[in-house]
């Protein structure tokens, strides 16, 4: 065990642990698209390599989704393993040292500067290092729910695998380590996205998802299928890579990842039609959307590997894959549980826990939704049509998509204190 | 969610039904029902929380929050006592406006928003305690304290 600070008291960590982890987020999502805005026009070049394209990307892929993965993990594995966070101390140097790290490492990357870029990654690849140990503290010692243990031990494995690799890509760019750096950097982003990412994604879906829409847990059956087949093609992929990217075996990579993606959702939705309550919630949307776009990701991948689709339908592909799959998730899950967690912890003022829908701003999340499906479908057409233009107007929606998100964060972090403070009872009045 | 123990499954149980008699209230005020019709519904949930749900949390307070503290999950028992009591103090107040033979238009209105708020705050209870409360009691107890529990409840 490493003997820095105290184990948390119990599963429920100070609201600020989480919460910075989501405002960081929110504000990332912010440059992101304010960098794909002023970068519009280099998109449908773009196979990889530094720049400010490559900058938004990893904004997005470090900056809000591992952010937000952390963040959620730590509070929400807890809850579901029945263990608390090994170290409060440690969950906080994660993101005094991920956060500034993301900073630096956009920040050179957008100036060509692989020098900058390298301290930026290390001090990324510490805090995601320091965040495997307490996943796997956490793992190791967890009870109950099987299946959501399988998943994050195989987003725990992905985590390390896409951890080293980025350590040989940034060897590369800063000593000029020889390698194939195509094929280092496809594997990166499988372990990375549909490994780290997906897999924790689609696994603490099982739990979350029938919380928030009350309904019984999904089938642990079927939970392990898809599991198995998600595993089989990231193994797959990761094979056709050492064997020189091999396209028919990416592509049955691909199909598998399409068969894992369609059992999750056909058991989700199950899970979900026997809800104890209609309503599901406008959260809901995107998280359908951001399914649609998972499943799409992988039959755009199997389509390109069999040179079904031109070769610019790369950007396409990643387009589904980051803003279109993950980031839609996450958007969605930290739209209820942001409010979720601000409630939990208004309650521990000594009066009477603030309702989850005082502390929301549901108008500011209605305009917020349909501006980032608006923007992420627009970003896919201009990808798919190689228009700059196009992208243009994408990054300018999802920019004010990134704006309304970062409003509904800062509205319920002023109600929480709101709900704490003597001057400012008004946090149990429904507003917007 | 699916239990193990005994005294899990039943409490599990009539989180179900609450959670049924609350949405069916919330929805015919979102759906404007006219009063006359809202009443009986007032009624039935104001006598559910004085007498089934009463029961249920003096139990929860009584025999689990305790072992849930001693567990190491003292805040999380802390936020669902503190949860009951602002339950009871609304519930309190629906059962006084509830009871009311003719309304005024301030008291029906009044019960309009407490409705919508207690259905809110027992929902939202029962989500905690279905995601925090009951599979650390599933953990935490073996099988003869669970019979104990079962029946202690069972003679309430």
Redesign the interface.
């Known amino acids: 065990m490493i003997p820095i600070g105290s184990a948390a008291?119990?599963?429920?960590l100070p609201v600020s642990v989480p919460m910075r982890y989501f405002g960081t987020a929110a504000a990332y999502q912010v440059f992101a698209w304010a960098l794909l805005l002023y970068a519009a026009d280099d998109l449908a070049g773009f196979r990889g390599g530094l720049g400010p394209v490559f900058a938004a990307l990893h904004l997005v892929t470090l900056g809000v989704l591992a952010m937000t993965a952390v963040g959620a993990s730590l509070q929400m594995l807890p809850?579901s393993t029945?263990q608390?966070v090994q170290s409060v101390a440690l969950a906080r140097i994660v993101w005094w040292l991920l956060a500034p790290g993301v900073a630096v490492f956009a920040g050179a990357a957008i100036l060509y500067a692989p020098r900058p870029m390298a301290l930026g990654a290390l001090a990324v690849f510490a805090a995601l290092g320091l965040y495997a140990w307490l996943l796997f503290a956490n793992l190791r010692s967890a009870?109950?729910m099987p299946a959501i243990r399988a998943y994050g031990w195989a987003a725990l494995v992905c985590l390390v695998l896409a951890l080293a690799l980025g350590l040989l890509l940034v060897a590369h760019y800063e000593h000029g380590l020889a390698l194939d750096r195509a094929g280092v950097a496809l594997a990166h982003l499988v372990l990375a996205s549909y490994g780290f990412m997906g897999l924790l994604a689609l696994g603490l879906s099982c739990f979350m998802l029938p919380?928030f829409a009350?309904s019984?847990?999904p089938s642990g059956m079927l939970a392990t299928a898809s599991l198995a087949l998600a595993l089989g093609a990231i193994a797959l992929a990761l094979i056709a890579t050492v064997l020189d990217r091999q396209p028919a075996l990416l592509a049955v990579a691909c199909a598998l990842g399409f068969a894992a993606a369609i059992v999750h959702v056909i058991m989700m939705e199950k899970s979900l039609a026997a809800r104890?309550?209609?309503p599901l919630g406008a959260a809901f949307l995107l998280v359908r959307a951001a399914w649609v776009c998972l499943a799409a990701s992988l039959a755009a991948g199997a389509a390109l590997m069999l040179g079904w689709l031109p070769e610019r339908f790369v950007v396409v592909f990643g387009v589904l894959l980051v803003p279109g799959w993950l980031l839609t998730f996450v958007l969605a899950v930290l739209q209820r549980i942001v409010p979720f967690l601000a409630?939990?912890h208004a309650?521990?003022h000594g009066r009477?826990?603030a309702?989850?829908?005082s502390l929301t701003p549901e108008r500011t999340l209605d305009v917020q939704r349909w501006l980032h499906l608006s923007a992420t479908a627009l970003l896919i057409a201009g990808a798919a049509f190689q228009s700059a233009a196009g992208v243009r107007l994408a990054a300018a929606i999802g920019l004010a998509a990134a704006i309304a998100f970062a409003v509904f964060f800062t509205t319920v972090m002023r109600r929480l204190r709101g709900s704490g403070s003597n001057r400012s009872p008004d946090v149990l009045q429904p507003t917007n | 969610m699916f239990y193990s123990r005994q005294i899990s499954v039943r409490l599990h149980a009539e989180h179900l039904a609450t959670i049924q008699l609350w949405s069916r209230l919330e929805h015919a005020i979102a759906a404007r029902m006219p009063d006359e019709q809202l009443a009986p519904l007032y009624r039935n949930c104001a006598a559910a929380l004085a007498d089934e749900v009463e029961r249920h949390f003096a139990f929860e307070e009584k025999q689990l929050f305790i072992r849930l503290a001693e567990a190491g999950d003292g805040d999380i028992a802390e936020l669902l006592r503190e949860e009951h009591e602002t339950i009871r103090e609304a519930g309190a107040r629906l059962q006084e406006l509830a009871a009311q033979v003719r309304p005024d238009e301030a008291a029906k209105r009044e019960l309009r928003a407490l409705g919508v708020e207690l259905a809110e705050r027992v929902v939202s209870h029962v989500q905690k305690e279905e995601m925090a409360l009951l599979p650390a009691i599933d953990d935490l107890i073996d099988e003869d304290t669970d019979r104990e529990l079962a029946l202690s409840y069972a003679s309430q």
Do not use: F, Q, T, Y
Not at chain 1, 9 to 12: A, D, N, Q, T, V
């Open positions: 008291r119990g599963r429920l809850v029945r608390p009870r109950g919380m009350l019984p847990p104890l309550r209609p409630s939990v309650g521990a009477g826990p309702l989850v829908s």
